[in-house]
């Protein structure tokens, strides 16, 4: 079973810089999508930025574009979030999803979008780290 651990959330201030880290283990293939994934407290999971595991492609929530960079190095998935907001504050998860159809590849973005809700139920998920941003 594929294991996901994150880490690198913290307490900044707005304008600041963090990189959080998904450490993953167990994976059977290179077929994976990776994401992050963001909730604040009274709101639904949302999708922040999705990869393939070629790194080819990538997604990004309007709301992070030009912010926040995701890239892979071996096993591990970065997520470098620049320019922090308030809004930014939430508990931030990772996630690993196996495409359904190797020879038919659902589009990143399109299973970055079937992962916020857990719609694909054989994805693996972090414990989750806090990312507070203060004014």
């Known amino acids: 079973q594929v294991q996901l651990v994150e880490s690198g959330g913290g307490s900044v201030q707005t304008g600041a810089s963090l990189t959080l880290s998904c450490a993953a283990s167990?994976?059977?293939?290179?077929?994976?999508?990776l994401g992050w994934f963001r909730q604040s407290p009274g709101k639904a999971r949302e999708a922040v930025s999705c990869?393939?595991?070629?790194?080819?492609i990538t997604y990004y929530a309007d709301f992070v574009k030009g912010r926040f960079s995701i890239s892979r190095d071996k096993n591990t998935m970065l997520l470098k979030m620049d320019s922090l907001k308030t809004d930014d504050t939430a508990v931030y998860y990772c996630?690993?999803?196996?495409?359904?159809?190797?020879?038919?590849?659902?589009?990143?973005?399109?299973?970055?979008?079937?992962?916020?809700?857990?719609?694909?139920?054989?994805?693996?998920w972090g414990q989750g780290t806090q990312v507070t941003v203060s004014s």
């Open positions: 990869i393939s595991w070629n790194e080819e």
């Open positions: 996630a690993a999803a196996e495409q359904p159809d190797k020879s038919y590849p659902t589009p990143v973005r399109d299973m970055c979008l079937l992962l916020a809700p857990s719609l694909l139920s054989s994805a693996a």
């Open positions: 167990r994976l059977r293939s290179d077929d994976y999508v």
